[in-house]
């Protein structure tokens, strides 16, 4: 937009005309009129000089910044120029005024479509109420400085982690639709396209034909990428470009673009330029394909080679399938051949002579316990019978008892006090008793004796 003649140009200050209308001006306001905006009603408006000087006021206190800008329109006039001054990533552009001395310095002159770095300081001017960039320097932005700019930036988003391989995605295996970003009837779309249908027929695409090049670029960039991620139906997205010089592909190293498409959910893939071109969406990116072409291959298998590998796992499988009924069938005639399988009954024979041994055997376990016992029953009954009460009768012995009033013998005499003379007694022997009158006497002790009776000599 070029300016209009209403006054005199002064790059870095305001137009002359803005200057006597300023000066025309009262120094104080009246009192009745309202001290801010905020206290003024329809009953008591400010008049239009008064919002104009508190707004250029206002503007002017702002310091002077360095901005970048694509020149758009560049008019000189004399000792003056008017530029019009375009953001490189969005559709705003504001006026510029400067001294035709400060254009003169470049070693290169300014052209329309120049990319620059300019050290401005906002302006109002009055008279026609508009707001003006006044540049106090500018230098355009060359090659070397961009691609400085664009490794500073890769550099710095490598250090905050964005470009890790832990933070991306693998892509399907067969993804059910493609979202592709590309511009408008671009070769990089046809190619992209064309060889996904060729390897993968039934593949499907969700295409954003975007502006690929331009201040426009980014912005329609970041509303296609969040428009396909949050589309459930869209498996990977395709952002394609094709060769272009440095200047062309600037979009695609935006640092707005870049976060976006590592934050997306939804696998990424670059294909922008040739070979040789890495804008830093490639080192962001899920996948980096060099060129359109190379996307198509990478996203979608081929349909040939894939059947292909289905026709040889078809045929491994048979041949596995085949090898195992074989196998089994070759158990089978093994199992058939053992002579357990021709005579069956040899089983039971087996197990009718084992039983019958252990039957034997246990037969003649039981007969040598039983006469083993019944040899030790004979020696125990031959021991208790010599150690019997009638044994020792059978040897001499006599029981001696005094013969109660019952005319039975009751206690056993062991010792002579117990038989006083008269005493009653009842003598038991081997084959019966008989009836005895103490007389008193005391015959001599066995120990006294020279010899034993024969039959007690007998058993000793």
């Known amino acids: 937009m070029a300016a209009e003649d209403t006054g005199t140009a002064v790059p870095g200050g305001a137009a002359s005309g803005d200057a006597h209308a300023a000066d025309a001006q009262p120094e104080n306001q009246p009192s009745t009129l309202p001290a801010t905006a905020a206290e003024t009603s329809p009953d008591r408006p400010w008049p239009l000089h008064l919002l104009s000087r508190k707004l250029k006021a206002h503007i002017e206190r702002a310091p002077a910044v ?19 001054l375009r953001d490189t990533d969005a559709e705003i552009s504001l006026p510029a005024s400067l001294w035709s001395k400060v254009l003169d310095r470049q070693k290169t002159p300014l052209e329309r479509g120049s990319r620059v770095v300019a050290l401005v300081k ?70 992209v396209m064309r060889n996904a249908a060729l390897r993968w027929p039934a593949v499907e695409f969700d295409v954003r034909e975007v502006a690929v090049q331009g201040n426009t670029a980014v912005g329609q960039l970041l509303a296609a990428l969040r428009k396909l991620d949050a589309d459930p139906h869209v498996d990977v997205i395709v952002i394609a470009r094709g060769g272009g010089a440095l200047e062309d592909l600037l979009p695609f190293s935006n640092e707005e673009l870049i976060r976006a498409v590592s934050a997306a959910s939804t696998p990424v893939v670059s294909a ?101 016992a019944l040899d030790q029953v004979h020696h125990l009954k031959a021991r208790v019978r010599a150690l019997s009460p009638q044994k020792t009768l059978d040897r001499g012995y006599a029981v001696v008892q005094v013969t109660g009033p019952d005319g039975a013998g009751h206690d056993v005499v062991r010792s002579p006090g117990q038989a006083p003379h008269g005493t009653a007694l009842t003598v038991r022997v081997a084959e019966g008793r008989f009836a005895a009158v103490a007389d008193g006497s005391n015959p001599p002790a066995p120990s006294e004796t020279t010899e034993l009776p024969a039959a007690e000599r007998g058993s000793r």
Do not use: Y
């Open 272 to 372: 922008i330029g040739h070979e040789a071109d890495r804008p830093i969406l490639d080192d962001v990116a899920d996948l980096r394909a060099s060129t359109p072409t190379d996307a198509a291959k990478r996203i979608v298998p081929d349909v040939s080679e894939e059947l292909a590998k289905v026709r040889l796992a078809r045929e491994h499988l048979n041949r596995c399938i085949v090898r195992l009924v074989d196998r089994e069938n070759d158990r089978l005639h093994a199992l058939r051949s053992r002579p357990v399988m021709a005579f069956p009954e040899i089983m039971v024979t087996a197990r009718e002579e084992d039983i019958a041994r252990l039957r034997k055997h246990a037969h003649t376990a039981v007969s040598s316990a039983v006469v083993r």
């Open 66 to 84: 360095w901005i970048e800008a694509q020149v758009i329109e560049l008019n000189r006039r004399g000792g003056s120029a008017f530029a019009t």
């Open 122 to 191: 906002p302006e109002f001017w009055m008279k026609t109420g508009r707001l003006n960039m006044s540049v106090r320097d500018i230098r355009p932005v060359g090659l070397g400085d961009l691609l400085a700019r664009i490794e500073r930036l890769r550099q710095a988003l490598g250090a905050e982690g964005l470009f890790a391989d832990a933070r991306k995605k693998q892509l399907p295996l067969l993804p059910h639709r493609i979202g592709l970003i590309t511009g408008r009837d671009s070769d990089a779309k046809k190619d």
